[in-house]
């Protein structure tokens, strides 16, 4: 089974900072690298996928990085409606997600 | 649009059974990989089950033998057969679309609460 792990586990910043999320796979994954935000009480909602490929619809301020067992996932200027939940998830073998980072202002 | 409706979560005593559906719309269930992803109350994302276009299916080993996923295709619908539940299997439950090419979960439910207690 691939593990993901994810630093750190929670996080505050102003609003206008950029954000950054690590992502680590407990094996090669290539670039089979999703990420998903998640907001209090509802369903997660895609933004990257492949790494590092932008959803539609996604604002340009959302940016991911990485291949092999490292990747990254950036919010350039973070803005108030960012607070949620952001996780990584691989598909290189069945699927698992990471444990989540919680993002909120300061 | 597409619109993946779950049901038939609910409280369930430990060693019960219980089966959950999501029916789809503006979305072909039997074109498509299937998934259901749990979510324990105040936890992370952790993906259950899949069944893939061709039928094969695949469970995380914390289900594996207690859980079976499936599909009518006249009916559109995906379900779940839950049983011998625990007090851990108590979460959120959404089935999702996930691209074929992509492995990305595009289209999620609103989910369903199962909750294992006595």
């Known amino acids: 089974d691939i593990q993901m792990t994810q630093s750190p586990s929670s996080l505050s910043a102003s609003v206008g900072d950029r954000v950054t999320i690590t992502c680590q796979a407990s094996?090669?994954?290539?670039?089979?690298l999703n990420w998903y935000q998640q907001k209090p009480g509802k369903a997660p909602k895609l933004l990257i996928y492949d790494a590092s490929n932008l959803e539609t619809g996604v604002p340009s301020r959302f940016s991911g990085s990485g291949s092999g067992t490292d990747f990254t996932f950036t919010i350039s200027s973070l803005q108030p409606e960012d607070i949620a939940t952001y996780y990584c998830?691989?598909?290189?073998?069945?699927?698992?997600f990471g444990p989540g980072t919680k993002v909120d202002i300061k | 649009e597409v619109q993946l409706v779950e049901s038939g979560g609910g409280l369930i005593q430990p060693g019960g059974s219980l089966r959950l559906s999501c029916a789809a719309s503006g979305f072909t269930v039997s074109s498509n990989y299937m998934s259901w992803v749990r979510q324990a109350p105040g936890k992370g994302l952790e993906w259950v089950s899949v069944?893939?276009?061709?039928?094969?299916?695949y469970y995380a080993d914390s289900v594996k033998g207690r859980f079976t996923i499936s599909r009518d295709n006249s009916k559109n619908t995906l379900y779940l057969q839950m049983n011998s539940l625990r007090a851990e299997d108590t979460a959120v439950y959404y089935c999702a679309g996930v691209d074929t090419d992509h492995g990305k979960f595009d289209y999620w439910g609103q989910g369903t609460l199962v909750t294992v207690s006595s």
């Open positions: 094996q090669d994954i290539s670039n089979y």
């Open positions: 998830q691989q598909y290189d073998n069945l699927f698992t």
């Open positions: 069944i893939y276009s061709g039928g094969s299916t």
